[in-house]
């Protein structure tokens, strides 16, 4: 930190939030999020594969083998799809503190909470990442906890001073 700033930004969360903020989490790194992708792609290929012996072959035997197969990667690819969008929705309905105003204060020590019926003060040595996404920034306390700053919320030059703040402030090596 070399000089002095201040930043305050209020906003409310949304379920949307939640959301993009578990996909950009999942999505973390590239290795991750190509594994994902690939595995999804296997899992689809042989239910189409499957669905074509039995288009092919219309016998109970041939449906007797496939059938269970597609049947639970079917299963599997929507729980991969839906489970995101679950979780986010629970989340936030089940964390009062999540829902209302919250307002982000930024300073020379640290990042400054306030949301209705709490409030925490963390210093940047505390913070072991930042990831800017599509939608988001996450702040990461530790590799799975983040506090969520919807980009929405903020102005072109705000998001912009922002990524330089969190660029300065947080080391990206710890």
Same mark, same amino acid.
């Given at each position: 930190?070399?000089?002095?700033?201040?930043?305050?930004?209020?906003?409310?969360?949304?379920?949307? %939030?939640?959301?993009?903020?578990? #996909?950009?989490?999942?999505?973390?790194? $590239?290795?991750?999020?190509?594994?994902?992708?690939? #595995?999804?792609?296997?899992?689809? &290929?042989?239910?189409?594969?499957?669905?074509?012996?039995?288009?092919?072959?219309?016998?109970?035997?041939?449906?007797?083998?496939?059938?269970? #197969?597609?049947?639970? @990667?079917?299963?599997?690819?929507?729980? /991969?799809? $839906?489970?995101?969008?679950?979780?986010?929705?629970?989340?936030?309905?089940?964390?009062?503190? @999540?829902?209302?105003?919250?307002?982000?204060?930024? %300073?020379?020590?640290?990042?400054?909470?306030?949301?209705?019926?709490?409030?925490? %003060?963390?210093?940047?040595?505390?913070?072991?990442?930042? &990831?800017?996404?599509?939608?988001?920034? /996450?702040?990461?306390?530790?590799?799975?906890?983040?506090?969520?700053?919807?980009?929405? @919320?903020?102005?072109?030059?705000?998001?912009?001073?922002?990524? %330089?703040?969190?660029?300065?402030?947080?080391?990206?090596?710890?």
């Amino acid at each position: 930190m070399t000089e002095s700033f201040g930043m305050e930004v209020t906003y409310e969360l949304t379920p949307r %939030d939640f959301f993009d903020s578990l #996909i950009a989490h999942r999505n973390r790194s $590239a290795l991750v999020k190509w594994s994902f992708r690939v #595995i999804v792609s296997v899992v689809c &290929l042989l239910a189409v594969l499957g669905l074509l012996q039995l288009a092919l072959r219309p016998t109970a035997q041939t449906l007797s083998t496939f059938g269970p #197969i597609f049947a639970l @990667a079917l299963m599997w690819v929507a729980l /991969l799809w $839906a489970s995101p969008w679950w979780s986010s929705r629970k989340q936030f309905s089940k964390q009062p503190g @999540a829902q209302g105003p919250r307002t982000m204060v930024l %300073d020379a020590a640290g990042v400054h909470w306030r949301w209705n019926g709490g409030s925490a %003060d963390v210093e940047w040595k505390n913070y072991i990442r930042f &990831l800017e996404c599509k939608n988001e920034f /996450l702040l990461y306390s530790s590799p799975a906890v983040f506090n969520v700053v919807p980009k929405r @919320a903020l102005t072109p030059e705000q998001t912009s001073e922002l990524r %330089d703040l969190f660029a300065q402030n947080i080391s990206s090596k710890r």
